[in-house]
């Protein structure tokens, strides 16, 4: 019985693909490798479908992400997802910094599908990001396609640049926030937000 080959469904340019491939080729050399070595032969090309998985971020629209689900709900009490995995790359060094967002909003008529909030994180974070604007972004966006009463998120991550080089520190952290509304106004909204995802009960 033959065996199928397996293959692997990419939906990549081409021709992005092809350009990239042969920069990265040329980093190689750069570098002092020889990308015509057995180990390196098809390495240009995939990091070039790698660099252009962990950006396809640029491709989405995160308000029509969110705008693709919005309910009419007379709901005004806080929803909040927490301990989103996010995976972005610093646009200093292009290093990978990588944590969980946390995400609330108090609705004002208005509500989404669960899943759009963590696809509109992760259309943000599959780009070249600084940690402080990625956070203002979710913020902003979500407070844009559903004017709620408030939005809060949080992150929290570690930074491969701070700990891959520079200053070399492991097992570092970085926190960020941005917060609208209630969650500005008035702050036991916004300790009822930070009390709840510091619990580490599921």
């Not at 491939?21 to 490798?33: N, Q, S």
């Not at 009490?77 to 990978?96: A, G, N, T």
């Not at 203002?136 to 080089?165: F, K, T, W, Y």
């Not at 097992?171 to 709840?196: D, N």
Request: proline fraction near 4%.
């Amino acid at each position: 019985m033959e065996m199928k080959r397996y293959q692997k469904e990419e939906n990549f340019s081409p021709e992005k693909i092809a350009k990239l491939r042969e920069h990265y080729k040329a980093i190689l050399e750069l570098l002092g490798e020889d990308p015509a070595r057995e180990g390196l032969l098809k390495t240009p090309e995939r990091v070039a479908k790698a660099m252009s998985f962990l950006t396809q971020g640029y491709e989405d629209d995160p308000l029509a992400i969110i705008r693709s689900a919005t309910f009419k709900e007379e709901y005004r009490q806080m929803v909040l997802v927490k301990d989103i995995e996010l995976y972005s790359l610093c646009e200093h060094h292009m290093l990978p910094f990588y944590g969980k967002a946390h995400v609330a909003y108090i609705p004002n008529g208005y509500i989404t599908g669960l899943s759009k909030i963590a696809r509109v994180v992760e259309s943000f974070a599959r780009r070249l990001q600084v940690q402080e604007r990625l956070t203002v972004q979710i913020r902003d966006c979500i407070q844009e396609a559903l004017n709620p009463m408030g939005v809060a998120v949080v992150i929290e991550a570690s930074h491969m640049c701070m700990q891959m080089r520079g200053v070399e520190k492991q097992g570092s952290a970085t926190t960020t926030s941005a917060f609208t509304g209630v969650f500005l106004s008035h702050p036991p909204t916004r300790q009822e937000f930070m009390t709840l995802i510091s619990n580490k009960y599921r």
